[in-house]
């Protein structure tokens, strides 16, 4: 060991001299220099080395994260790693699938769910409003065509665009043209399925030609990508039709993109949260039948809560990200966002599994309805979340109410359940390694993705100029040496193995959407997650939301018992008192 420090010394000197790279080993060049460097110093010297010349503006802004940072490594260090115990991270040496290529759809078609088809309701605003199978229902019957349902939509998304701000580009052409094509199709007698003729609304992350696809992001405000997502083909084979590409927070993080911030239905002073902030915003608002969202760290759950929304965090890679912006290739993930629990798997089904293009993209089977009775399905929840006081400590009275409150429904849901019949199972969410210190594998991964940006100095072109914001972040993950991160993503196939032990003997998982580290945890394990509005706050009538969590690849089970909860419920069905720019709702 000795001898290893003395060649690190040594090295140390000869960059030194050689023009200050010795930020390879700041601290032994530190003690070369009889411990006077800074901080300040040893970030300027580590920009240095990657490329990078950072401001004094920039690295005081960075100062704090560096620390935050310097201080999960240390935590990260602490984990004993047997030589055994792999990254969790695959090769797959295929080469890069090309569009046009080999591909490996999931047999699909329409799906084997019909509802009865109910009477026109009297009103558009109840219209716009109805689940999915409902909406089918009328389109299969020709109470209702697809053209008139997309200018019910297109009219609404207008009319609350300017209180919401939740579109980024309308898709009028294409949606007339497609609502137009399956009308010819419902006449003709050809049923595509229960999306057939529905009009939905993409997350500005996938690529539709022919329309811009900005990111959110005012660097990209003007871009146009030649290839089609496949969820946007997937879609287009099931006869939806696409109306809007809604906002999303830039570069998929919080509500605030570059044409403002998109507001929550419920209440407009407050934003929708993010980043799938437009999808969650329009859906809750009635604005299209459905919307599709990601999550990498929250995004589809923060937003959904927010707006007493339904969304589904499937699996990782149980939906193709082709077509859609990287953030982190080991946690990004595509799901639904609609009004239930039911549209949710409707429009699972028609957008999961393998397109060989994505490698990360698996198929497995999905039926829906589900062949299982839910109450025959084994029930877990995480105890000691439901138990503990989370406010306590919270300054704010107003603030620590809100959080006692939403505890408040959160120990109700169980009790709902209980009394639907399930024989809830506590168990526990292990607490043997630091995960929190593992987030920024996300911010590493996500640095990667848009290295091009930092050096360029066109991140200055992003709305958000603070600490916690992407141009800070991404400087700060610039530091992180590739041990590190390879070291962090071997303690997470720990945390991968651990879970899986502690939830051996359960099928679904009930825990509060924000509990504990659950929602890093699982976006890190890549299990899949149900949210759900589960009540509405008394002062201002905002929704709070509960989660389910299942089993990798077990989106049937979750999906059936996150759906007997909310039928059991009526949240789901509350309406936002919205108001127009300048009228009146409805």
Partial sequence: ?????????????????????????????????????????????????????????????????????????????????????????????????????SHFPTPRGAAPFETAAPARPASDEALAFLPLGELAALLRSRQVSSRELTGLYLERLRRYDPVLHCVISFTEDLAYAQAERADRELAAGRYRGPLHGIPWGAKDLLAVPGYRTTWGAKPFEAQQRPEKATVVARLE??????????????????????????????????????????????VAAGLVGFAIGTETWGSIVSPCTRCGATGLRPTFGRVSRYGTMALAWSMDKIGPIARSVEDCALVFAAIHGADGLDLDAVSHPFAWPPAVDPRTLRVG?????????????????????????SQSFDRATLEILRDLGFELVPVALPETYPVGALSWILTVEAAAAFDELTRTGR?????????????????????????????????????????????????????????????????????????????????????????????LHGEEALLAVARAYQEATEFHLRRPPLAAAGGPAG
């Fill in 459 to 551: 991140d200055d072109l992003l709305v958000r100029q603070e600490k916690d914001a992407w141009p800070n972040v991404f400087r700060q993950a610039q530091l992180v040496p590739a041990v590190e991160y390879l070291r962090a993503n071997r303690i997470r196939t720990l945390v991968m193995q651990e879970l899986e032990r502690a939830w051996a003997e359960v099928d679904v998982v009930v825990a509060p959407s924000f509990g504990g580290d659950v929602l890093l945890r699982t976006n890190l394990t890549g299990h899949p997650c149900v949210v759900v509005p589960n009540g509405f706050r008394a002062g201002d009538g905002t929704p709070t939301s509960i989660s389910f969590l299942g089993r």
């Fill in 237 to 282: 084979e099931a006869g939806a039709v696409l109306v809007a590409k809604l906002s999303v927070g830039a570069l998929a993080w919080g509500d605030v993109w570059f044409g403002g911030k998109t507001r929550n239905p419920w209440n407009p002073q407050e934003g929708s949260s993010g980043s799938s902030a437009g999808s969650a915003a329009a």
């Fill in 381 to 405: 929840y995480l105890a000691a979340l439901f138990e503990e006081d989370r406010a306590a400590g919270i300054q704010d009275p107003r603030q620590r109410d809100r959080v006692r409150e």
């Fill in 1 to 101: 060991m000795a001898a290893t420090l003395d060649r690190r010394q040594a090295l140390a000197r000869i960059l030194a001299a050689a023009g200050g790279a010795a930020a390879l080993f700041p601290a032994i060049a530190a003690r070369e220099r009889g411990g006077r460097e800074t901080l300040q110093e040893r970030i300027r010297r580590c920009g240095w080395l990657s490329g990078l010349e950072f401001t004094d503006d920039e690295i005081a802004l960075m100062l704090e994260g560096v620390e935050e940072l310097l201080a999960d490594l240390e935590k990260l260090r602490g984990v004993p790693l047997d030589n055994g115990v792999p990254p969790a991270l695959h090769f797959r040496p295929r080469g890069t699938p090309q569009p046009g290529g």
